[in-house]
């Protein structure tokens, strides 16, 4: 199915099933733990062995030799996969760094060997023995003495330059210009990187934890120099992913090459130490932001520059890209530069750009309207656009950003801040509070799916659309059910398999309207199906309470398969309706905190999010997807930092007892509010993403709150207490 003219009034807008709140359909097999993560599926095939994964010891160099005699006569020991006889590896398209290293290192954690034994304590202990010598070459570690040598990155973000930038900041009466950092971060999942493959002929089959079925399967096909065909992935539960499993790790690669040399199925789980410097981080950003604007608040110039570093041949962090379209004026910068660095290799996490870009954006926003004394949703106000302020022939499909402030600081209590820093007291706690907007794009992306009814009248969906904790299998029923006129029950969702039809997959927020849209899709073909067996006309046929009517006539769904299954199958492919209308999601966060006159320690009070996002479809697990994202902006405000050892270049605190994040008890009470909205230009299920959007302005509105609290304006996240506690006004 084309989608290339904005939705017409169709079977979703019935609102039945879709849009109500609903508990995940898949929820007690998790909460019962029977539902097989990556490393569980220990029944799928027998005589399974394990896989131990070894890092590189320095972040770059050549290995000079290793000694493998030791380990190889460990107990239970099988193989011992090395570069040196994994055979000839391919690279896929999404990695930067090799997936197995050897003999020359390109990062810390680089894999260079993986030992496989009959158990896994016998394949860790024969980790162990293993004996590598390395010659360690200089390299780059820090971002900041080697920004300057940044390159432009055209095609992950263009410079965009509109209008005199130079000319109207230097000439504007009011201005900003302020230098904001963010650090590395990892995407610390529950559920670590996992896969167990196991051949038959030329053929692998991988159980993995992977958001992208399809690039996956590519990716690793191209590895093992395989076709496509010969790759089967199945990824059907994933204990959260945030971006770093968009693609395959070297779990998967090195799972395949174990099986392969071992005859064996191999099953192999990165331990928490390994996998912070063996995959993907959110790359460290230096941020700088001018702002020029006449003295009644209108922004005459909007520059941001951003500076970050990657493995050569690696990505930049768009973080400058919010920048583009969240504020109107007319004179604009917008820069990204990109500079080598020899850490582990940069990449997609939750909101990539946004998150990072929208951290020093809202705090630059509430240092202006400072500046200009006005209240800072009023500068914002002031500031919005409902055109891409530098194609204003495109306007934004909707944009209801300023009634996500108004309604937000309606329902927060915006009335009762203090506009004068440190002005609130509670006993020894100051108290403030701030607001942050968000924006995150709504991306369109070619998204298919399979649906079966059976005499029972039962509808079976199988895609390749994976679901990482998100709410995937309850909104994909939701819209069968829909569609096909039926209670969710019965509705059977299938997911996360390669022999599936290729769906979107989970990234870039994207998932939840693309993959519901491809269901879509292929329900009205299965509509189709349907009448025709039962000679109906279609477009009179009503599906509903499990039944096909056309006037008085009356069946069962069901009695439409009577004489075989009906299977119909399509994809939802998008025109250029993003082309033509800009198309994001925007929201605006609000938080209360408390910061100690004594320690600087800084207690979250109270957090509110508005988000205008489309039909939200299941407002159960969009409301879990922003909670879990306003927590994540807590962690990335006030705890979350990869420490950088800057000779050696690698993340130093790399497990979950270095690297902090939220508890249950540093988060308080969490409300979420969605506006109305239906955007018929994104598809037919009038339906955009919230996952990213929840994080997007979050740790800015903290920083902001900080600053309303105690007058300290910190620029370097995480705003921890070291950066507060010499600052802190007296305590009366
Ligand atoms: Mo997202 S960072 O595209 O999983």
């Not at 010891?57 to 493998?68: E, F, N, P, V, Y």
């Not at 158990?119 to 971002?143: C, I, N, P």
């Not at 962690?635 to 939220?662: C, I, S, T, W």
């Not at 994104?682 to 105690?710: D, F, Q, R």
Request: net charge neutral.
């Amino acid at each position: 199915m084309k989608f290339d003219t904005p939705a017409a009034t169709n079977p979703i807008d019935q609102m039945k099933v879709v849009g109500k709140p609903t508990v995940r359909i898949e929820g007690s097999l998790k909460t019962c733990g029977r539902a097989p993560y990556a490393y569980e599926h220990h029944d799928a095939v027998a005589n399974q062995a394990y896989g131990y994964v070894i890092g590189s010891a320095i972040a770059k160099g050549r290995i000079t030799s290793m000694d493998l005699s030791d380990a190889e006569s460990a107990p239970g020991v099988i193989v011992i996969v090395t570069a040196a006889n994994a055979g000839k590896l391919g690279k896929g398209k999404f990695n930067t760094a090799r997936l197995l290293g050897g003999p020359e290192i390109q990062h810390y954690h680089q894999a260079v060997a993986m030992v496989v034994a009959e158990t896994f304590e016998q394949a860790r202990g024969a980790a162990q023995r293993v004996k590598v010598s390395y010659s360690r070459h200089d390299g780059v570690f820090d971002l900041a003495s080697v920004r300057d040598l940044g390159v432009e990155s055209k095609e992950q973000l263009a410079d965009s330059l509109h209008g005199d930038f130079d000319g109207a900041f230097a000439a504007a009466p009011v201005q900003l210009d302020a230098t904001y950092t963010t650090p590395d971060q990892t995407h610390a999942m529950m559920e670590p990187f996992a896969s167990m493959a196991s051949w038959k002929g030329d053929r692998v089959t991988v159980w993995t934890s992977n958001q992208m079925i399809d690039w996956s399967v590519t990716d690793l096909a191209a590895t093992l120099g395989l076709p496509k065909q010969n790759v089967r992935l199945i990824s059907p539960y994933i204990g959260g992913g945030f971006g770093g499993k968009l693609f395959i790790r070297s779990d998967a690669v090195l799972a395949a090459i174990g099986s392969r040399l071992s005859g064996r199925p191999v099953k192999v789980a990165l331990s928490r130490p390994l996998m912070i410097n063996n995959s993907t981080h959110r790359p460290a950003t230096i941020q700088r932001i001018r702002i020029g604007a006449n003295r009644d608040g209108k922004i005459t110039a909007m520059g941001h520059e951003s500076w970050s570093g990657d493995l050569p041949g690696g990505k930049v962090e768009r973080a400058a890209q919010p920048s583009q379209l969240l504020y109107a004026g007319a004179n604009r910068r917008v820069t990204a530069r990109l500079s080598v660095l020899d850490l582990p290799e940069g990449n997609a996490m939750r909101a990539p750009g946004e998150t990072p870009g929208l951290m020093a954006l809202e705090i630059a926003m509430d240092e202006m309207a400072e500046k200009l004394s006005i209240d800072p949703i009023e500068f914002r106000t002031l500031n919005d656009t409902q055109v891409d302020p530098v194609k204003p022939e495109r306007r934004f499909s909707q944009r209801q950003l300023v009634e996500c402030l108004r309604t937000g600081a309606e329902r927060f209590g915006w009335s009762q801040r203090h506009r004068q820093p440190g002005a609130q007291r509670d006993g020894r706690w100051f108290i403030g509070m701030g607001v942050g907007a968000a924006i995150r794009a709504n991306q369109l992306v070619k998204s298919g799916a399979r649906v079966r009814l059976n005499d029972q009248g039962i509808v079976t969906v199988e895609t390749d659309m994976t679901d990482i904790g998100t709410g995937s299998y309850t909104i994909i029923a939701q819209t069968a059910a829909e569609m096909m006129g039926l209670p969710l029950d019965k509705v059977v969702v299938r997911l996360g398999d390669s022999s599936f039809p290729v769906s979107a997959g989970s990234g870039g927020q994207f998932g939840a309207n693309c993959s519901t849209a491809g269901v879509y899709a292929a329900c009205v073909k299965l509509r189709e199906a349907v009448a025709q067996r039962l000679g109906m006309d279609v477009l009179q046929a009503q599906f509903r309470d499990g039944q096909v009517s056309v006037g008085d006539q009356h069946l069962p769904l069901g009695a439409a398969a009577r004489t075989g299954e009906l299977v119909a199958e399509d994809s939802i492919e998008f025109g250029g309706l993003n082309k033509q209308y800009v198309q994001s999601t925007f929201g605006a966060h609000f938080v209360e905190v408390a910061v100690d006159s004594a320690t600087g320690e800084v207690r979250v009070r109270r957090m509110l999010a508005v988000c205008a996002a489309g039909r939200i479809l299941n407002p159960t697990s969009a409301r879990s997807q922003v909670i879990g994202a306003m927590t994540m902006g807590v962690g990335a405000a006030l705890m979350e930092e990869l420490a950088v050892d800057k000779r050696q270049g690698f993340f130093v605190n790399h497990d979950l007892a270095g690297y902090e994040v939220p508890v249950h008890a540093d988060i308080p009470h969490q409300e979420v509010i969605f506006l109305d909205e239906t955007d018929e230009y994104s598809s037919p299920m009038k339906a955009k993403g919230v996952g990213e959007l929840g994080l997007c302005g979050v740790s800015a509105a903290i920083a902001n709150a900080v600053y309303n609290a105690t007058g300290v304006r910190v620029r370097e996240y995480p705003i921890t207490l070291d950066k507060l506690l010499d600052k802190l006004p007296p305590m009366i």
